[in-house]
């Protein structure tokens, strides 16, 4: 098996990131579990989900560099309705994070209906919140035998994305000028406060459990490989 490039995460970043470092074996939820699929590039990979609730199954799919955390608000009240599975994209949160992995849109809506397999789900309800709706869509385009209804949560869409000049940044001829910018942590806290997620209370906590994931081991490649095919993926998908 041919393993793909490693990527390196630059200082600055690399200390915010590992001073919120968590123990990832452990679920942020008390319902939280590791499932195992088949992932095609890799065998076998653990996907963690949180499940709660009964009647019809409805996943929820979050958006860049998140987790099934960014649910923690919505998976109690969806339960008194619904079967909800807040799923951690590989490479993402509390799943395993291999760099060999396929981390396009159509590796990840592979990955979801494979989810689905293994949980015994026929069809299901998606709730996508960024790129998760961008992930929503195109399995009801590629599989609208396997989903039901789709809520999209501020989809993502064709466009400049920020992130995607970040993953150019880190190729190897790059790397070296962008890891000596000073305080890199700090903007991306900033950023997350003032861009990303404004109105949004990002205290330490939130940083924590946002920030956590990444410092696990193969985390910020499959974010710069996500990043770097965001439009192609998108205008392909726009296509359909």
């Known amino acids: 098996m041919v393993r793909k490039r490693s990527w390196a995460m630059p200082p600055g970043l690399f200390r915010a990131v590992r001073r919120h470092r968590g123990d990832l074996r452990h679920s942020w ?9 088949d992932d095609p590039a890799t065998g076998p990979v653990l996907i963690h989900i949180v499940s709660a609730g009964s009647g019809p199954d409805l996943i929820l799919l979050h958006g860049y560099v998140q987790s099934c955390w960014c649910w923690r608000h919505n998976i109690t ?10 799923v951690c994209a590989l ?29 015994q789900i026929e069809t299901a309800h998606m709730c996508g919140n960024s790129l998760g709706g961008a ?4 399995l009801a385009a590629t ?3 396997r989903v039901g209804k789709v809520v999209l949560v501020n989809p993502a869409s064709p466009g400049r994305y920020p992130m995607a000049g970040l993953a150019t940044l880190m190729r190897p001829q790059w ?6 910018i000073p305080g890199v942590g700090a903007g991306l806290w900033l950023g997350l406060q003032a ?16 920030l956590a994931p990444l410092a696990d081991d193969g985390a910020i490649e499959a ?7 965001y439009n192609r993926d998108l205008n392909a998908l726009r296509r359909r």
């Not at 939820?29 to 699929?37: L, Y």
């Not at 993402?92 to 990955?111: H, I, N, Q, T, V």
């Not at 992930?135 to 195109?138: E, K, N, P, T, Y």
């Not at 974010?223 to 095919?229: H, Y």
């Open 175 to 180: 790397r070296h000028a962008f890891s000596s």
């Open 29 to 37: 939820h008390p319902d939280g579990r590791w499932v195992q699929i």
């Open 143 to 145: 599989r609208p035998d």
């Open 195 to 210: 861009a990303a997620y404004r109105g949004v209370n990002v205290d330490e906590a939130y940083m924590r459990n946002f």
């Open 223 to 229: 974010a710069l490989t996500v990043a770097r095919f």
């Open 135 to 138: 992930l929503a869509l195109h």
């Open 77 to 86: 009240a969806l339960a008194e309705h619904f079967t909800v599975h807040g």
């Open 91 to 119: 490479g993402f949160g509390w799943s395993e994070k291999p760099p060999e992995a396929g981390y396009r849109l159509a590796d990840r809506a592979d990955r979801t209906t494979r989810l689905m397999d293994v949980l």
